[in-house]
């Protein structure tokens, strides 16, 4: 079955940084377009950004200049380099593989950015 592990999240302060990687198993990593989603409680799920199976990235614009999606296809992983963080950036973030349909999610990763 295909599986999609979360991993990175946690507690930082204002202005720090986090890390998270999302490890698949069990599909073809390289053709698919990988993404971050987020989800803040009381709030829709979020498109934080993605990356397409040749590259190309793309970002909401409250993160852009701050995150970096990137992806390392020999490790069947996907990052979310996360800096300048803000309150704002609370949520549980989720990663998405996406190769026409269906789509596979992850269970998330809590990040908590508070003083």
């Known amino acids: 079955q295909v599986q999609l592990v979360e991993s990175g999240g946690g507690l930082v302060q204002p202005g720090g940084s986090l890390r998270l990687s999302c490890a698949a198993s069990?599909?073809?990593?390289?053709?698919?377009?990988m993404s971050w989603y987020r989800q803040a409680p009381g709030k829709q799920r979020e498109l934080v950004a993605t990356?397409?199976?040749?590259?190309?990235?793309n970002y909401v614009d409250s993160v852009k200049g701050r995150f970096t999606i990137s992806r390392d296809n020999a490790k069947n992983t996907v990052y979310l380099q996360m800096n300048s963080l803000k309150p704002e950036d609370t949520a549980v973030y989720y990663c998405?593989?996406?190769?026409?349909?269906?789509?596979?999610w992850g269970q998330g990763t809590q990040v908590t950015v508070s003083s």
């Open positions: 990356i397409t199976s040749g590259g190309s990235t």
């Open positions: 998405n593989a996406k190769y026409y349909a269906p789509d596979y």
């Open positions: 069990r599909i073809i990593f390289s053709i698919y377009t």
